[in-house]
């Protein structure tokens, strides 16, 4: 009876997770990061003698000042309060709890911050140092078609605008010569049209020509197979490959990341002139209130329209 007790949180998160999968079509991601924050509440609860089943609002309040007292930041402990409310409402809703001791809670107001952005200039210093790789003097050709491979990575994820899961798990499909859009599956299995430029596409039929002539076509279906393990390149890797380019290119490498080229995508078309509801559309955001997190991008523009267009602006 106490080995079923034992395992009686994890089936719950377990039906929770699956439920997530399921009936809101939440990805691999989501569902890894909601299991992570559950197994650190199950640890918690465990560790005082108690269990997701049976813990009171007062043992939730105690696992949130944990979170303080190991000086996690607020997002971090807003995000697992969450998943801790999105857990009891749904045991509570599928009778599995007879209340929701987390739907009183309050956690810590989540400041605002503004996502990095690197600039312009800064994104093509990076697709420069990118294309001087891949035009190197004679280097071995394991060495340009990576250099090729970062390219093209680069030069589509600015150009789209794409989540890293989504760009590493583009199919082969998507550098077809005549590709002027691509159809992107994003979050919940949503599928989304994204225009491709000349540049990204031709950063594409470049590396493909290389991955061909190293004799590693028709193996995989992705378009950015591993040249490892059999598989998709990893988000990881990119990232690492990405800080080593950002480096050489003289920008600090803790200011680059894929997510960060995300960022430029989508505030240098709002600086532009984009419309934000445009921006969301590509983006593949659900609400429109996550795209505003870039409304500082349309003030500073409207500031400066206002500074250079205003006839009173110089008095």
């Known amino acids: 009876m106490a080995r079923q007790a ?32 559950l197994a650190d509440l199950t640890i918690h609860l465990r560790e005082r003698g108690g269990s997701l089943a049976k813990a009171s609002t007062d043992d939730l309040r105690g696992y949130l000042s944990a979170l303080a007292a190991r000086r996690f930041k607020n997002a971090t402990v807003a995000r697992r ?43 093509d210093r990076l697709l420069a140092q990118a294309h001087a790789a891949v035009n190197a003097d004679d280097p071995p050709l394991p060495e340009r078609l990576r ?51 000349e540049a990204a596409r031709r950063a594409m039929r470049d590396y493909l020509a290389l991955l061909k002539q190293a004799s590693r076509t028709a193996q995989s279906k992705w378009l950015f197979p591993s040249f490892g393990d059999s598989g998709h390149l990893t988000r990881q890797h990119f990232g690492r490959e990405l800080k ?8 600090a490498a803790d200011r680059v990341s894929p997510h960060v080229l995300r960022h430029a995508f989508a505030s240098h078309l709002l600086h532009n002139g984009a419309d934000l509801r445009v921006v969301q559309t590509l983006l593949g955001h659900a609400d429109i209130s996550t795209t505003q997190i870039y409304t500082h991008v349309l003030e500073e523009r409207l500031k400066s329209l206002v500074r250079d267009l205003h006839p009173l602006a110089d008095e």
């Open 244 to 251: 080593t380019l950002a480096a050489s290119a003289g920008i």
């Open 81 to 123: 309060l969450s998943a801790a409310r999105q857990l009891y409402r749904f045991l509570y809703a599928e009778g599995r709890r007879g209340d929701d001791p987390a739907a009183v809670l309050e956690g810590p107001k989540r400041g605002r911050t503004l996502p990095k952005v690197l600039s312009i200039s800064e994104v």
């Open 147 to 197: 250099a090729a491979r970062l390219a093209s990575l680069l030069e589509v994820v600015y150009a789209t605008g794409l989540r890293v899961s989504e760009l590493v798990a583009l199919p082969a499909a998507a550098a077809r010569r005549d590709q002027q859009m691509l159809v992107v599956r994003g979050k919940g299995g949503k599928e989304r049209l994204v225009p491709l430029n």
């Open 6 to 37: 034992k395992h009686s949180d994890e089936i719950l998160v377990e039906l929770f997770l699956d439920m997530l999968a399921a009936e809101r079509g939440a990805g691999e991601n989501t569902i890894s990061a909601y299991g992570r924050d």
